[in-house]
Nanobody, 122 residues
């Protein structure tokens, strides 16, 4: 069983930055971040391969967000810069246990965290 725990959310003004962390216990491979705003479906944000060399980003965050990982700490990070009010959502970390690479598909991820709230004020 894999447990995934996010941290680092909070309230920030537009243009500001936040860094989310995700610690996973157990054996995981590809990791990803997703988000869900009120009244909307959960959407892909970023993903990273097991080795860290492969990454994917949603068009809406490309150039502003950076995903990285430290396998020695079993931790994945999401550095979010130039935040916009439309980035406001609950951010979820997810782990793949059967795929080494990054993925945009929610169905590819086997374990999910409880989520951390990110609120960007205008």
């Amino acid at each position: 069983q894999v447990q995934v725990v996010e941290s680092g959310g909070g309230l920030v003004q537009a243009g500001g930055s936040l860094r989310l962390s995700c610690e996973a216990s157990g054996r995981t491979f590809g990791m990803g971040w997703f988000r869900q705003a009120p009244g909307k479906e959960r959407e892909f944000v970023a993903a990273i391969s097991w080795g860290g060399g492969g990454t994917m980003y949603a068009d809406s965050v490309q150039g502003r967000f950076t995903i990285s990982r430290d396998n020695a700490k079993n931790t994945v990070y999401l550095q979010m810069n130039s935040l916009k009010p439309e980035d406001t959502a609950v951010y979820y970390c997810a782990a793949r246990t059967k795929g080494l690479g990054p993925s945009r598909a929610l169905a590819e991820f086997d374990f999910w965290g409880q989520g951390t709230q990110v609120t960007v004020s205008s």
